[in-house]
Nanobody
Framework: QVQLMESGGGLVQPGGSLRLSCAVS????????MHWYRQAPGMQRELVAG???????NYADSVKGRFTISRDSAKNTVYLQMKSLKPEDTAVYLC????????????????WGQGTQVTVSS
């Protein structure tokens, strides 16, 4: 059983900052890429940022220069540091991990967290 648990969401004023965390637990052999997505009401889920196993990162254009994704492989945790937040950043933020569950199965599997709400409002 693999679980992803996000934390760190909340209410913040425009221009403020938040740091999201996503911890992966359970039966894991190795974690590959980890991603943050977000979904606002009535909108499609969109990729916010990703980081692979060697630390290469990618970002949506809308968050470049404001958000930073990082990972702590020893803790099986991915972070999303968000600065200069805007009302349009309001959404449920979800993390996704691509991983191998055993050393004998070469297939990768995707697991999602439940999400954490981020609300940017004055």
């Amino acid at each position: 059983q693999v679980q992803l648990m996000e934390s760190g969401g909340g209410l913040v004023q425009p221009g403020g900052s938040l740091r999201l965390s996503c911890a992966v637990s359970g039966s894991i052999y190795e974690i590959g890429a980890m991603h943050w997505y977000r979904q606002a009401p009535g909108m499609q889920r969109e990729l916010v940022a990703g980081v692979n196993s060697v630390g290469d990162t990618n970002y949506a254009d809308s968050v470049k220069g404001r958000f930073t994704i990082s990972r702590d492989s020893a803790k099986n945790t991915v972070y999303l540091q968000m600065k200069s937040l805007k009302p349009e950043d309001t959404a449920v933020y979800l993390c996704k991990a691509v991983l191998w569950v055993t050393r004998w199965d070469a297939r990768t599997y995707e697991f999602w967290g439940q999400g954490t709400q981020v609300t940017v409002s004055s």
